[in-house]
Nanobody, 124 residues
Framework: QLRLVESGGGLVQPGGSLRLSCAASGFTINYDAIGWFRQAPGKEREGVACITSRTGSTNVANSGKGRFTISRDNAKNTVYLQMNSLKPEDTAIYYC?????????????????WGQGTQVTVSS
């Protein structure tokens, strides 16, 4: 069955970096768009970054532009989110998700499958 497992979260100081991983099983990531979302307490789940399958095009939300990079390793069936220059406002649970259509959307309700999330805390 389809599974998405996030890892790599933790506590980091402002200005630091983390690389999150999303390991997929039960399907291959070669044909689907994969996205990263985050949700802070009391906030709606928001899109962070997305990568398509056919063209490998990437999208990063304005909140992460210049700091976040999404990438895909098809051989490992894994998607990554590299986060640099982290800020306290980046603190949230980060989720990866997959959808059937090979296109990106920052609307969380349009995504079909989700991982369990990994906590990112940015604090001094």
């Amino acid at each position: 069955q389809l599974r998405l497992v996030e890892s790599g979260g933790g506590l980091v100081q402002p200005g630091g970096s983390l690389r999150l991983s999303c390991a997929a099983s039960g399907f291959t990531i070669n044909y689907d768009a994969i996205g990263w979302f985050r949700q802070a307490p009391g906030k709606e789940r928001e899109g962070v970054a997305c990568i398509t399958s056919r063209t490998g095009s990437t999208n990063v939300a304005n909140s992460g532009k210049g700091r976040f990079t999404i990438s895909r390793d098809n051989a490992k069936n894994t998607v990554y989110l590299q986060m640099n220059s982290l800020k306290p406002e980046d603190t949230a649970i980060y989720y990866c998700a997959v959808r059937g259509g090979d296109y990106c959307s920052n609307y969380a309700g349009s995504w079909n499958y989700w991982g369990q999330g990994t906590q990112v805390t940015v604090s001094s």
